[in-house]
Each structure stands twice: as structure tokens, then as C-alpha cells.
Nanobody, 126 residues
Framework: QVQLVQSGGGLVQPGGSLRLSCVAS????????IGWFRQVSGKEREEVSCYYTGDGNTLYGDSVKGRFTISRDNAKSAVYLQMNSLTTEDPDVYYC???????????????????RGQGTQVTVSS
């Protein structure tokens, strides 16, 4: 059974930073995409970042490029999202996600990730 357990998030002032963590278990495929998207109920998913193990390709959403960084710790089966220079446009529920397709399939073809974490709220407010 695949599980993605998220931690981190919370309240931060504009210009501040947060780090989200996600620990994956039960996923046995050697090639996969793992990343983050954000979404609130009733709105379309917005891609934040994605890493594809097949070719090392990393994608970032246009609104977060230069501010957010995805990283992985293979020994811990973890993926992280470092978010810097947060603005009032960034608040949302952030999801860690994993899937069998390339990152482009989720970003451009809008496929749904096969697995997602429980979501974590990020709030930016002074």
C-alpha cells in the first residue's frame, strides 16, 4: 500500500520561508515522478514542482520558479519543498504526489497523479 505522509506548513509572514516534507512508503517502481501541487477545494490544481527519476528532469510552476526548490533524500524516501520569499499569492493546500508518468504528463497533459499525501495548509499573512 502506497502512503505519502506530509509534514511542515503553517503560518508565515510575507517574505518568509517554509519547508514541506513528504515521506513515501510502499512504492516499488524504480522510475516515477514525485512532486508537489497545490489546490483548494473547487479550484484547478496548480503544479508547483516535480522530479522524474527516469531522466532527472525537474519542473517548476511559473509562479514559483526561483523561489521554491524541490529536493530528495533517497535514504529516507523523502521529498522536500523549500519555499522562500512567500507571498500572499502562495497560500493553499499543498499536496505531495507520486506517479508513474513523466512530469510533463502531469504538468502539461493534466493527468492525475496516482497517489497523493494528505495535504498541508500554507498560510501567508502579516
Amino acid at each position: 500500500q502506497v502512503q505519502l505522509v506530509q509534514s511542515g506548513g503553517g503560518l508565515v509572514q510575507p517574505g518568509g520561508s517554509l519547508r514541506l516534507s513528504c515521506v513515501a512508503s510502499g512504492f516499488t517502481q524504480p522510475v516515477y515522478a514525485i512532486g508537489w501541487f497545490r489546490q483548494v477545494s473547487g479550484k484547478e490544481r496548480e503544479e508547483v514542482s516535480c522530479y522524474y527519476t527516469g531522466d532527472g528532469n525537474t519542473l517548476y510552476g511559473d509562479s514559483v520558479k526561483g523561489r521554491f526548490t524541490i529536493s530528495r533524500d533517497n535514504a529516507k524516501s523523502a521529498v522536500y519543498l523549500q519555499m522562500n520569499s512567500l507571498t500572499t499569492e502562495d497560500p493553499d493546500v499543498y499536496y505531495c504526489a507520486e506517479g508513474l508518468l513523466s512530469c510533463g504528463s502531469y504538468y502539461y497533459s493534466r493527468y492525475e497523479y496516482e497517489y497523493r499525501g494528505q495535504g498541508t495548509q500554507v498560510t501567508v499573512s502579516s
